[in-house]
């Protein structure tokens, strides 16, 4: 404490306050934060939240997908897309559609709370049965087999999303996306609705487990530092070799012009 | 090596009277007197040791080449040590997690423990695969060098074949190495390989068949690749660098043309002590650059694309960077080049980008020098280099050659180009397919009118000198800009070149109206000579160099020393 007090006036004391301050307060937003917060398990669904639901979803669906959700020209009918594809959908910003293109785009932030996306996820049952919302026990990853989910995510996700997760390209325009640091709950529902390019792996075709081992192997490498240095975005050679002309082999000629404008 | 070099290159640093040796240059002296009586070295190497090397830093892009090709060497000897080439089936219960338990090749097994168990062992890894990339690229940038300063002319044209074979075999070299992990990545390389291989007509089955001892993958392509990556191709490389030094050796090195630069002399410094201290000092940098390099970024992360499985594949599957021009030929090649005639399917859309693509680049390459030397009927030797844009064709087709070669390579990435620019990945291919026509013909005209300009401009200053921006008004009302007349070391360079004219054709009968047998090679070889010289920007000579002094433009800045000093730079232009 004496040595603190002793430094109180040390021009990186203002400095060492103002960072502490900045993480504390944003530490505290992060938790707080209403965006961040995670809904766990499957929603209580009442008749007054499918009556929300359809308010919500006529002031910010309809023109797309119709007043009763029977679809347009401009919007697929939304009977029997089930709760996971409105959570999905909405909860990571692609909807509601800010304009027309290749591809709805994950957005941030996410204009709806997880309140009012249950509510129209509601309404959207009432129109037809779908998939629900994936329960927390394998939607969340924990405790799944990392290495199982490797190899699973090998098999029928990489040729798209790449073998890390960094995202790939599709013809005309169209991508998969990356997967990093994308809610368990969300890679559940892309899984079992199929958005967009996406084909649709149903329960039978890879049981819950199984999906939860892809999202605990996701997640394992959200967290898991690349051993071998700067991973230069895991897109395979092509970001190596964009390092290597941009960076290292300027360095290295840099060194031979240095060298050599040196008298001998 | 180095304690030799000391003794042999005291007599000649000593002027006055020699000192008496030390008591330790005595006995230095004494055990390298026993080797030379054993195996007469001396001689040999206190030749080596005064050779004089010219200075430039362009030159150090082969030393690049061969220093990283030794620490390759060096971390490929460590990484044997460890790795398994066998396609054995093994369960892994390593440390890194994220494979616990998947069952894979045994050379898989045994990088994974490279990477994870082997102290120092992902570092080396990853000094091994940066440093070979630094080797090939270094050997391109030297080939680059070599041929747009027009080093590759007699009596060089022997080592520029053998560069150009060392680029090939660097190349498949880095293949072999990087396929022998067996992961997801290296398998799909393979597999890609063996497609190349099929595409030849006829035979292809059957050569596939033979290099894989079966159908793919089998067990035996892991083994083959090893024994080619580890010994044969190095063999075959180590030989042909050494074979490539001693004609550096024999033919001497070429120099930028300059003052007291002629085509009978080098000028530059001894290896002893100044090369050997620069150059050994260049070889820590280049390692240090690869070590750094190694530590900081990583390179191929075997562990993140999972032991091979023939029924996967993953995005951004894509080969290094120096096979990148094949894979983007193939991503180029429409899919209608594949059809069946008579029976036999003809896969054009592989074979074009492969068995074709890969002789004839490299076979043109190697063929250059010969085909410029048929085309300019020159059989002078030539040690003093062309600056690029004094050969104005050469210079564009080397530019056209290089933007050909970027079509394709960035043809490779097209997918990553699709995502990281929101583009449509069919529209890029499109593009790309377009510009891999019309993409070397705009370079080469850009280029060739970029060096002609340049040579104008050079041609102005030589005759000119340098706009002063001072203005003068005569007492007669006129007003000029004052040229100041440009040193003679400067003008030396301006004007110390050659620019033959395009060969004239002759009659092509003689006077009995008998045609010559060699008309027709005759009227090619002039069709291409005014190809090459027909635009052409001659030097200029100290007659124009008078001329222009007594024009009225330059005469007030033309006294007293100032004559000298253009006429003795206007004199190295004759010769």
């Known amino acids: 404490m004496k040595a603190l007090a002793a430094r109180r006036r040390h021009p990186a004391a203002l400095i060492a306050l103002l960072v502490v301050g900045l993480i504390t307060v944003g530490g505290l937003f992060a938790v707080l934060s209403p965006m961040q917060r995670a809904q766990a398990g499957a929603p209580q669904v009442s008749a007054q939240d499918v009556e929300a639901g359809k308010k919500l979803f006529l002031a910010n669906c309809a ?152 999202i605990a192997y996701l997640h394992f490498l959200d967290k898991n530092e690349n051993p071998g240095g700067h991973a230069l975005g895991n897109f395979g050679p092509v970001g190596d070799g964009f390092f290597f002309w941009l960076i290292a082999i300027p360095v290295m000629l840099g060194a031979a012009v240095w060298l050599g404008k040196k008298a001998a | 090596m180095s304690t030799t070099a000391h003794g042999e290159s005291a007599p000649v640093a000593d002027r006055g009277p020699r000192p008496a040796p030390s008591p330790a240059a005595k006995k230095i002296g004494g055990v390298l ?95 091994h695969h940066w440093s070979a990339n630094f080797f090939i690229a270094a050997v391109g940038l030297h080939a680059c060098r070599i041929f747009f300063t027009g080093a590759f002319r007699k009596p060089r044209e022997i080592n520029w074949v053998i560069g150009t074979i060392l680029l090939l075999l660097a190349c498949i070299e880095g293949f072999a190495g990087y396929s022998l992990p067996d992961d997801l990545l290296s398998g ?67 120099q930028y043309p300059g003052p007291g630069r002629t085509n009978e002399n080098v000028v530059g410094f001894p290896v002893m002590p100044v090369y050997a201290a620069k150059a050994g000092g260049f070889f820590f940098i280049v390692f240090g650059i690869i070590a750094l390099t190694s530590a900081l970024v990583t390179i191929n992360p075997v562990w993140m694309y999972g032991p091979y499985d023939p029924s996967l594949v993953t995005a951004d599957s894509q080969p290094d960077w120096y096979m990148g021009f094949a894979d983007g030929a193939l991503r180029l090649l429409p899919g209608w080049l594949e059809f069946s005639a008579l029976g036999y399917t003809l896969s ?25 030397a048929w085309v300019t009927g020159d059989k002078r030797e030539h040690h003093l280099l062309d600056r690029p844009r004094n050969t104005p064709t050469r210079t564009a087709i080397g530019m056209a050659a290089i933007t050909c070669y970027l079509v394709m390579f960035l043809a490779a990435g097209n997918d990553l180009m699709a995502i990281k620019m ?130 009225g433009h330059g005469h007030e800045a033309i006294e007293g020393g100032h004559r000298e000093a253009v006429g003795s730079g206007s004199h190295s232009a004759g010769h």
């Open chain 2, 348 to 372: 054009l859309n592989l074979a074009l980008g492969s068995i074709v693509l890969l002789p004839v680049a490299f076979g043109l390459m190697g063929a250059y020098p010969f085909l410029e």
């Open chain 2, 188 to 254: 799909t390389g393979i597999r890609v390989m063996e497609g190349f291989v099929q595409s030849a007509p006829i035979i292809g089955s059957y050569l596939a068949y033979f290099i894989f001892d079966g159908a793919f993958p089998g067990e035996a392509i892991i083994p083959r690749l090893y024994i080619a990556h580890v010994l044969l191709v190095p063999a075959i490389l180590v030989g042909l660098v050494a074979a490539h030094l001693v004609l550096v050796v024999v033919t001497k090195h070429t």
């Open chain 1, 63 to 214: 023109t797309c997908h119709g007043a009763n959700g029977q679809g347009t020209k401009t919007g697929p009918s939304l009977a029997g897309v089930g709760a996971a594809s409105v959570d999905f959908q909405v909860g990571t910003g692609r909807m509601p559609l800010a304009a027309p293109g290749v591809q709805a785009q994950r957005t941030e932030p996410v204009y709806f709370n997880q309140t009012q996306i249950d509510q129209m996820a509601a309404y959207v049952t009432s129109l037809g049965p779908g998939p629900g919302i994936p329960d927390e026990k394998y939607a969340s990853g924990q405790g799944g087999n990392i290495a199982r989910g490797g190899e699973i995510f090998r098999v029928n996700c990489a040729m798209c999303h790449n073998f890390a997760g960094s995202g790939g390209a599709l013809t005309r325009g169209k991508y998969a996306p990356p997967l990093k640091d994308i809610e368990g709950k969300h890679i559940y529902e892309a899984m079992v609705t199929g958005p967009q390019s996406m084909p649709v792996f149903n329960e039978t075709n890879l049981d819950p487990e199984a999906k939860r081992d892809v």
């Open chain 2, 33 to 127: 007197g026993w080797f030379d009586d054993r195996t007469g070295l001396a001689k040999p190497v206190r030749y080596l040791m005064h050779k004089v090397f010219p200075d430039h830093w362009s030159f150090m892009l082969g030393e690049v080449a061969m220093y990283s090709m030794v620490v390759a060497l060096l971390t490929g000897v460590f990484l044997t040590l460890w790795f398994i080439p066998s396609a054995g089936h093994v369960e892994y219960t390593g440390s890194y997690i994220g494979l616990n338990g998947i069952h894979m090749s045994e050379a898989y097994k045994s990088t994974l423990d490279i990477s994870f168990d082997v102290k120092g062992g992902l570092l080396i890894r990853q000094i």
């Open chain 2, 422 to 551: 929101g583009l449509s990945i069919n529209d890029i291919t499109r593009v790309l397919q377009v510009l891999f026509f019309l993409g070397p013909i705009i370079a080469f005209i850009v280029t060739k009118r970029i060096c002609l300009s340049l040579q104008r401009q050079d041609r102005e200053l030589a005759l000119h000198g340098r706009e002063s921006g001072r203005i003068v008004a005569t007492p007669d009302g006129r007003f000029y800009e004052a040229h100041e007349p440009i040193d003679k070391y400067t003008m030396w360079n301006l004007v110390d070149y050659d620019a033959p004219k395009p060969l004239e054709l002759t009659s092509g009968e003689d006077a009995r109206g008998v045609k010559s047998p060699t008309a027709k090679s005759e009227k090619r070889r002039a069709a291409w000579s005014r190809f090459y010289f027909s635009d052409r920007i001659p030097p200029v000579t100290p007659g124009e160099v008078a001329a222009a002094h007594h024009d």
